[in-house]
Every structure is written in C-alpha cells, then in structure tokens.
C-alpha cells in the first residue's frame, strides 16, 4: 500500500478533519448531532478517499468521487452557514477556503490522471527523494548522465516522457 502522508491533498484533508472536530464543538446542541456530524463524516470520507486514490495505479475514477464529495460538503458548508449553526464568520469561511483548496487539488489531479499521466505522483517529483538532489545529476548547467544508462533506466523513460 502506499503512502500517503507526504501528499499535500492528504495533509490538506487531514486538516479539514480536525478543524470540523474543533468548530463543530462550538455548534449549539441542535446543529451539533445533525450537521455537526454531517461535516465530520464528510471529511472523513474525503480523508479516506484521497487514501484509497493514492493506493490505485488508476486514480481517476476515485478523484471523481472525492470531487463530487467535495462538492456536497460545499453545499452542507453553506447550509451550516444560512442556519448559522458556525459560531462566527471567520469558523465558514476558514472551512470553505479548506474545502475549496482541497477540490483544486483534486481537479488538478483528476485532470492529470485522466489524461494518463501518474497524477500527484509526479507532482511529488520534484525533490527526488530525501536529499532533494537530482539523481540523473542533472543539475542547473549540466546535462543528465543518461549515457551509460540502458532506456529503461532513465529518469524520463521512467516518467513516460
């Protein structure tokens, strides 16, 4: 299984999770077990599916998913906030920023996998593992010491480029 830890979307995700834990606790009683609990089970789902995404060689089908879910817990975030079960304006639209930042990722993404590329994958390519150094040695002014390397080994043929 992969990780996903080091994901933006997830860390992203996670963090919607536990803003909802946080806000929803300044719910009144009555918002509190009905949209309060909509909220977290919706960004759990959200969690679970940037998960279950990053797991799958084809990700498209589950970045729709989360896509859609995304777009229902904009309307259950606008509906939190007509009822005014938030207790201030700030605690929405932090949240609608959250939700909005996380459904960019996600079209980002779904746009990249549906086209056939590794979606947030390659995104992630930029700093080459722990060190951050380039591992073709390809640096800013040199070429990339492919020469010796059969095709297959190659930083691009590994890509799809």
């Known amino acids: 299984m992969a990780q996903s830890e ?4 997830y860390k992203r995700a996670y ?7 946080k806000v929803v606790r300044n719910f009144s009683r009555y918002h509190k ?10 960004a759990r789902r959200i969690l679970k599916l940037v998960v ?4 799958r060689r084809d990700k498209a089908p589950v970045l729709l998913t989360l896509r859609e879910e995304l777009e229902e817990l904009k309307v259950l975030l606008r509906l ?18 959250q939700v909005t930042d996380i459904a960019k990722q996600t079209l980002r993404y779904a746009l990249r996998a549906t086209q056939g590329d590794r979606g947030w994958l390659k995104s992630q390519r930029q700093g080459y593992g722990p060190t951050g150094a380039d591992p073709t ?17 190659t930083l691009n043929a590994i890509a799809g480029c």
């Open 33 to 42: 077990y009905s949209l309060g609990q909509d909220l977290r089970d919706g």
């Open 80 to 97: 939190c906030q007509d009822v005014k079960a938030f207790p201030n304006f700030n605690s929405f639209e932090h949240a609608i920023t």
């Open 137 to 153: 040695g390809a640096g800013q002014n040199r070429p990339a010491k492919t020469a010796g390397l059969p095709r297959a080994l």
């Open 15 to 21: 963090d919607l999770c536990l803003y909802f834990e």
């Open 52 to 55: 279950r995404a990053n797991a």
């Open 6 to 9: 080091h994901l933006p979307i």
